[in-house]
């Protein structure tokens, strides 16, 4: 359901040409949770943002859900965005003058759903991270880890396909890690494949599996 | 979609207060400032009587002198008023279906019984003949245009405009009543409905509303009512508006015919060029005959008074829509500072599922919301320009010039329904010109680099 064929990326910084990705394959099933480490500058954030659409490829080719998204319009791509991938930061992204509940609402407004289905899937999916309480909140009114439950909210609320997180649990301590680790794995046993960037152990062993990155490559 | 967009929109307006007023307050100045000259400009190019215009004709007779330009902006333009006598010649004229030869006074308006309750004022009054109403197509509310014989007799009859129907008697049918007119008292045989008639093509103070009281032309023989702009050849102009005066190369006439043919016009040419000649064999007229017909259509192109202004108003135009287009580069800096910001949250909707038309457009339309706002603001500067304007232009006029009809509520310098569109048309606009750059290059900002690591 997802796979990338020798995908590339390159970066030009003044003379210095930098593969960030190059000749990067990986195959991935349906309701699969894998981990992605590797060190500090392998690529693996731009391997989850070419696989969020967020970033072009330079080469290669890219499905997800049997279709091919190498080549799409910036329209498509959006709508791909909207309708099968849900985002989850490191540094939670929430939008800070917007309610809990607004910014779960966010994804659902962009895809032009109605006002009673979306208050429907707002409030379930805040009730599945347990913060339905603090529905009204802004975001500087919650703890780092509330807000990024507030973040899988907005991820889960449109139910995606695939969810894409960059080390989630990275500006968090390892009590609030643990808590965000188990609503990934109770997400995914409920059937969204998920792909987590993370560099902690402790994350990682909860995925069904584990692939390395270095210079831009998978050494499994 | 829209409404997230408009939310959005809002949102960032109240985030950055200061910054909204900044572009509020330009786009008020610059379309404030801009749109007054507008105003001016079309109101002076506009036609009063559209379809009629080209059946009606000024006459103009050169009696100049031999080396002195009238106009100094038509070097070879004849005067464009007439001595009587010439004037007469045209009334004896039965070529033309309609003649209007007419001056007008300024002069004191008081009650009939002196009646204190009624302030007097002054009002611009039109010695004119009958034909005037229907040549200029002048809208009659009460009452009648006086008859031939009333014309001809000299009496003393008159018809006013609505305003000053107002000011004397409160409105309403007041025909068959009494006023005066510099102390001579006068019976109101009809009242005119609004009536607005911009520019005043007619006469040669082209600029200003039309008059408030219109009385006959007898012939030239109400002594009273001495022609204020005159101007006379070869000597002084004569002490007492007299059979002296009449016989006199002194020009004050403002005389149009109608001439609804083509054998009208060419007919009435021959004629006028007949006359000319004949005059000028009888020793008048320093200069080559130089007679002109000009329809209503080209009067508006050509008439002195009309260039004058209109050249006077583009140049103000020019200066505002200069004024206009810095502020618009400077609303186009701050915006793009702003927008680029702002990128972080446009990001994140951009993950989300926005595409880049929905970021390009929602920023738009925060700015087209304060062009809007700055639309509506800018009536007021527009407003306040004006006013000083015109206290500019009141303070440089003699006294009694300054209570003549109320200069204040000019119609002249008023928007109309089209004119106050596009007043909001030039202010939505002007954003969205500053706009449209700023717009273009944060919504092409690519979303990944500011999602990161913040
Ligand atoms: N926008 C960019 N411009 C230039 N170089 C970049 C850019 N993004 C990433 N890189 C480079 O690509 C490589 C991979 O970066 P990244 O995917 O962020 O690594 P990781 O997330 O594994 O730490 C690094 O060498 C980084 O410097
Ligand atoms: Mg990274």
């Not at chain 2, 004191?108 to 004022?121: E, H, Y």
């Given at each position: 359901m997802f796979r990338m064929e020798s995908v590339e990326r390159r970066f030009q910084v003044g003379e210095i040409m930098t593969y960030a990705l190059r000749d990067f394959s990986l195959s991935i099933g349906e309701g699969d949770f894998v981990a992605v480490e590797g060190p500090s500058g392998a690529g693996k954030t731009t391997f989850l943002n070419i696989a969020g659409l967020l970033d072009p490829m330079d080469g290669g080719k890219y499905y997800l859900a049997g279709e091919d998204?190498?080549?799409?319009?910036?329209?498509?791509?959006?709508?791909?965005?909207?309708q099968r991938i849900g985002f989850i930061f490191q540094g939670f992204n929430l939008i800070p003058d917007l309610s809990a509940e607004k910014n779960v609402e966010l994804p659902l407004r962009l895809r032009g759903m109605s006002a009673a289905e979306r208050k429907q899937r707002v409030g379930a999916a805040l009730e599945q991270v347990g913060l339905t309480s603090r529905a009204r909140h802004l975001p500087s009114k919650l703890s780092g880890g509330q807000q990024q439950r507030v973040a899988i909210a907005r991820a889960i609320a449109g139910s995606p396909n695939i969810i894409l997180a960059d080390e989630p649990t990275g500006?968090?301590?390892t009590h609030m890690a643990a808590q965000i680790m188990e609503m990934l794995v109770a997400i995914n046993e409920a059937g969204t494949s998920i792909i987590m960037v993370t560099h902690s152990p402790e994350s990682a062993q909860v995925a069904k599996r584990r692939i390395e990155v270095r210079d831009g490559r998978i050494v499994e | 979609m829209f409404m997230l967009a408009l939310e959005t929109a809002l949102r960032s307006i109240r985030k950055t207060p200061g910054v909204s007023l900044l572009v509020t307050a330009a786009i008020a100045l610059g379309v404030g400032i801009t749109m007054p000259m507008v105003v001016l400009y079309y109101n002076t190019?506009?036609?009063?009587?559209?379809?009629?215009?080209?059946?009606?004709?000024?006459?103009?007779?050169?009696?100049?002198f031999a080396d002195v330009t009238?106009?100094?902006?038509?070097?070879?333009?004849?005067?464009?008023?007439?001595?009587?006598?010439?004037?007469?010649?045209?009334?004896?004229?039965?070529i033309q279906t309609g003649t209007s030869v007419g001056y007008r006074v300024i002069?004191?308006?008081?009650?009939?019984?002196?009646?204190?309750?009624?302030?007097?004022?002054?009002?611009?009054?039109?010695?004119?003949?009958?034909?005037?109403?229907?040549?200029?197509r002048a809208p009659m509310l009460y009452g009648n245009i006086w008859d031939k014989e009333t014309g001809e007799s000299g009496a003393n009859v008159a018809i006013l405009s609505n305003v000053t129907n107002q000011r004397l008697f409160g409105g309403g049918d007041n025909v068959g009543k009494e006023f005066k007119v510099a102390d001579e008292i006068y019976q109101v045989v009809g009242i005119l409905d609004a009536w607005d008639f911009t520019p005043r093509l007619y006469s040669i103070s082209i600029n200003a509303r039309v008059e408030g009281v219109f009385v006959p032309l007898s012939d030239f023989k109400r002594s009273h009512l001495m022609p204020e702009r005159a101007t006379t050849i070869g000597t002084d102009t004569p002490e007492n508006f007299d059979q002296t005066y009449l016989n006199s190369e002194t020009i004050f006439a403002e005389v149009w015919v109608e001439l609804p043919t083509a054998e009208n016009v060419a007919a009435f040419r021959d004629y006028l060029d007949n006359y000319t000649l004949e005059q000028k064999s009888l020793g008048r007229y320093e200069r080559p005959v130089n007679n002109r017909l000009y329809s209503g259509t080209e009067w508006l192109e050509v008439a002195p008074a009309s260039q004058e202004s209109k050249s006077l108003y583009r140049a103000f135009i020019i200066v505002a829509v200069f004024f206009l287009v810095v502020c618009i580069f400077n609303?186009?800096?701050?915006?793009?500072?702003?927008?680029?910001?702002?990128?972080?949250?446009?990001?994140?909707?951009?993950?989300?599922g926005a595409t880049r038309t929905d970021i390009f457009l929602r920023y738009l339309l925060e700015v087209g919301v304060l062009g809007l706002l700055g639309g509506i603001l800018s009536l007021y500067v527009a407003r306040i320009a004006l006013r000083s304007m015109l206290w500019v232009y009141i303070s440089n006029l003699p006294p009694e010039f300054k209570e003549i009809t109320g200069i204040g509520e000019n119609p002249y310098i008023q928007f109309n329904t089209s004119l106050f569109l596009a007043t909001f048309a030039l202010a939505i606009a002007a954003?969205?010109?500053?706009?449209?750059?700023?717009?273009w290059r944060a919504c092409h900002v690519p979303p990944a680099e500011y999602l990161k690591v913040n």
């Open positions: 998204v190498s080549e799409l319009s910036d329209r498509d791509r959006s709508l791909i965005r909207n500006n968090l301590d | 190019a506009q036609n009063p009587i559209p379809g009629q215009s080209d059946n009606v004709y000024t006459v103009l007779i050169d009696n100049w009238f106009w100094q902006v038509a070097p070879d333009m004849p005067p464009d008023i007439m001595a009587a006598r010439d004037a007469r010649a045209i009334m004896a004229s039965d002069q004191p308006i008081r009650s009939a019984d002196n009646d204190t309750r009624i302030k007097p004022f002054f009002s611009e009054v039109r010695i004119t003949t009958p034909d005037f109403f229907r040549m200029f609303l186009l800096s701050l915006l793009l500072a702003k927008f680029m910001s702002v990128t972080p949250e446009a990001s994140v909707t951009r993950a989300l954003s969205l010109i500053a706009a449209l750059i700023p717009a």
